[in-house]
């Protein structure tokens, strides 16, 4: 499967972003999906992730409640609802998908997007 992720940009603190992943192949929905970033001199880290069927999601504690990962099998595409932005989320967000069970670790993800830049000024 091939991944495009876009949506990303330059907001402000308090903002809201809508990031998207399209996936190519007729096969997305089997597949578990997630989303990384990673800022500037950081390791890559999770950020949240969703079973192929959409019912079971996963949060890093430091995105709970402003962050939304949603995914519409039917168009192929997985989002990220992104609200409330802080300036410590700016960061490289990339969506991966894996099968076989969600995961929370990068190296489990088998394909990536290219990934799209988020900036949250202050």
């Known amino acids: 499967v091939q991944l495009q992720a876009s949506g990303g940009g330059l907001v402000q603190a308090g903002g809201s972003l809508r990031l998207s992943c399209a996936a190519s192949g007729r096969t997305f929905s089997s597949y578990d999906m997630g989303w990384f970033r990673q800022a500037p001199g950081k390791e890559r880290e999770f950020v949240a992730a969703?079973?192929?069927?959409?019912?079971?999601?996963y949060y890093a504690d430091s995105v709970k409640g402003r962050l939304t990962i949603s995914r519409d099998n039917a168009k192929n595409t997985v989002y990220l609802q992104m609200n409330s932005l802080k300036p410590e989320d700016t960061a490289v967000y990339y969506c991966?998908?894996?099968?076989?069970?969600?995961?929370?670790?990068?190296?489990?993800?088998?394909?990536w997007g290219q990934g799209t830049l988020v900036t949250v000024s202050s």
């Open positions: 991966a998908a894996k099968k076989h069970g969600s995961s929370l670790t990068y190296m489990e993800y088998d394909y």
């Open positions: 969703i079973s192929w069927s959409g019912g079971r999601t």
